[in-house]
């Protein structure tokens, strides 16, 4: 699909596009989302003032994301060597403002560093630098992500996933899925503690059910957030283009 193309298909979206231009292009490989209900109590004190957490059916949500970038572009510019592919490991929650909904991220580990310092000086998000790799064969995928960014508390995830279902779907309005994956915007904070909002635009989630295999996940602990005993609600997705835009005060 050309970016044209993309921005022509908004019928998706819960609000209309910015009128001014994209500036950034991602695109995502084999990215699974695990999400588990946690409490509010653990979530409220980590977010920034102007921010009310989103909730599904009275409970707050938290989600890891593993996944692989490529194509990472400025508009009007090709991809560039060294900081156009790598992998990334997000952990965030829901929220609104002014009643839109979207996301705030927790932390955003990544392993290339030159994209962690320019994603934190152009979109002001918490990203660090981790030693990362992921080993995909025909079955699953292998994820390792260890934080050594001391802005940050340590953090590792090391697990295996695939999907157990080949067969993708897009979840139903007014369904759990689909209140977890289909949000259009992110906030974040300026310098000052300002909210900063940021439309994002992509197709339809394509899901899959997925299955994973954990060995170590201490990304929330390092936030002092302790997931429930339960087992997350997953899926997997295989690619998905995504463009950026520049962030703008609430």
């Not at 957490?53 to 560039?80: C, H, K, N, V």
């Not at 592919?85 to 829901?94: I, K």
């Not at 992921?134 to 994820?143: I, Q």
């Not at 139903?172 to 900063?196: F, Q, S, V």
Request: net charge positive.
């Amino acid at each position: 699909m050309t970016n044209k193309e993309l921005i022509r298909t908004t019928g998706h979206r819960p609000f209309p596009l910015p009128n001014s231009r994209w500036i950034q292009k991602q695109i995502w490989h084999d990215l699974l989302f695990a999400h588990w209900p946690v409490r509010a109590d653990q979530l409220m004190p980590l977010l920034p003032r102007g921010l009310d957490l989103d909730l599904w059916e009275g409970e707050p949500w938290i989600s890891i994301s593993p996944f692989y970038i490529t194509g990472l572009r400025l508009r009007g510019l090709p991809p560039l060597p060294f900081t156009s592919r790598f992998p990334e490991l997000n952990v965030r929650t829901y929220v609104t403002c002014n009643g839109r909904p979207g996301i705030f991220f927790f932390s955003l580990d990544a392993g290339n560093r030159i994209a962690v310092e320019a994603a934190r000086v152009l979109f002001r998000l918490p990203y660090f630098r981790a030693n990362m790799t992921v080993r995909r064969t025909e079955e699953n995928v292998r994820y390792f992500s260890s934080r050594k960014d001391s802005r940050g508390q340590a953090a590792m995830f090391s697990a295996t996933y695939k999907a157990a279902d080949p067969h993708p779907f897009h979840a139903l309005p007014d369904t759990l899925l689909h209140w977890l994956t289909e949000r259009y915007c992110l906030y974040t904070t300026d310098a000052h503690g300002r909210i900063l909002e940021g439309d994002i635009h992509h197709l339809p989630w394509q899901l899959q059910k997925a299955e994973l295999r954990t060995e170590r996940n201490t990304m929330t602990e390092a936030l002092g957030i302790r997931l429930p005993d339960v087992d997350p609600l997953l899926t997997f997705t295989k690619r998905l283009e995504v463009l950026f835009w520049p962030n703008r005060k609430v």
